[in-house]
């Protein structure tokens, strides 16, 4: 049976560095106003203690969002270790007027019942979790970047009710601590952090011991080196029904990102000049397909022109 066709959407992930206030608002001003994207999820997820650079701008940045038409889905944190933590996931989700996405299980409880979102960082490997989220109240899923595209298709296919989406740009969300690592690299502890993280608004690259590009971190997460781009994919997955494509701001013209997904999308760009425009947008990582492919998530698998995903895969 065919698929009823569907126009693929963009979604803006949340900044997951710490950016100041100023740099932030003015990020998802020009999103509201220049970025071919539907969706903005917009709050705090990484560390709790960067929320005050925000929070004095969250509600003019949605009104300029929403005034552009876009739809705001405010985030939660990715681990809640502290009760002020706990309470202002509590107040956020109880006093919101906007969908909430959920990235702690820790906030399920509270959305039971209740429409909401699924971020990447919760743990979605199966139709079975899809499908029991689903039925929690859970209205899209965005997918772990991990996944390979096998397990997508089948959880796609396994879960019709519920709208998928995909990580298709971004260095990867692969860990978050109670602990910052980044902060005792720069020779600080976390509860007097100074913040440190703020001066490396793309994170701080690690390498190992015999000087090659490994992870990099940002503040108590640590995220991949490479940046997961799936611009040659996006025709496959669409296929098997994934409809929804999340962008994760990086420290680039990320309207120029958007603008080339859309071009590729709706067919007015050939996906292999969009890769080498990606590269010239974002040169500070390596683009990376490798976990799509069931590969080392670091790794580029090189696509030939009109060839199936099985031929490229294999």
Known sequence: MSMPHIT?????????????????RDFHFRIADEAPVDRVVIGETVCSKRQHFIEPHIAEVIERLEDAGKTVILSTLALVTLERESRHVRDSIANSEHPVEANDLS???????????IGPLVNVYNAATARLLGGRGATSICLPPELPFSSVKAIAEQTPDVAL???AFGRMPLAISARCAHARAKGHIKDNCQFICGDDPDGLPVKTLDRQSFL???????????CQALLGELADLTAVGIFGFRLSPQDCDMVAVASLYRSVIDGDMETDEAIERLRAIYPSAPLSNGFHHAR???????????????????
């Open 107 to 117: 906030a399920l409880g509270l959305l039971n019942g209740k429409p909401h979102s």
């Open 296 to 314: 080392e998530g670091a790794a580029w698998v090189a696509r030939a022109r009109d060839t199936a995903h099985s031929a490229a895969g294999a």
């Open 165 to 167: 989406e995909v990580f």
């Open 8 to 24: 693929p959407s963009l979604t803006m992930g949340p900044v997951y560095y710490l950016w100041d206030g100023p740099k932030w």
């Open 216 to 226: 990099v971190l940002n503040g108590v997460q640590t995220v991949s080196h490479t």
